[in-house]
Nanobody, 123 residues
Framework: QEQLVESGGGLVQPGGSLRLSCAASFTVDRIAIGWFRQASGKEREAISCIDSTGDITVYADSVKGRFTISRDNAKKTVYLQMNRLEPEDTATYYC?????????????????WGQGTPVTVSS
């Protein structure tokens, strides 16, 4: 009944941009949301999270300066703007809930996860 749905992935050339969306079926005003990715044959990587109000954001070093996380609680949607994409960004991207006040990435493990949207960066 409660679910997250990612969208916006696709094929893009190196240096290009994509905006991913994470739409919730439930109110997310009090919930932090994170973005994760997993490339084929590699471990899952936490890349960004945003607190319930949108005032605090966190980025992994691998995406810092290129990706921007934001949210629109009225639309029950969290976004990930991805710029200057590189082939190394190729992965399936997931969003997940982290509860009201996550303090570590593992706090998202027991949350609600979407099915993921694939991103391929290739010429």
């Amino acid at each position: 009944q409660e679910q997250l749905v990612e969208s916006g992935g696709g094929l893009v050339q190196p240096g290009g941009s994509l905006r991913l969306s994470c739409a919730a079926s439930f109110t997310v005003d009090r919930i932090a949301i994170g973005w994760f990715r997993q490339a084929s044959g590699k471990e899952r990587e936490a890349i960004s999270c945003i607190d319930s109000t949108g005032d605090i954001t966190v980025y992994a070093d691998s995406v810092k300066g290129r990706f921007t996380i934001s949210r629109d609680n009225a639309k029950k949607t969290v976004y990930l703007q991805m710029n200057r994409l590189e082939p190394e960004d190729t992965a399936t991207y997931y969003c997940a809930t982290g509860g009201p006040n996550p303090s570590k990435w593992s706090d998202f493990d027991s949350g609600i996860w979407g099915q993921g949207t694939p991103v391929t960066v290739s010429s």
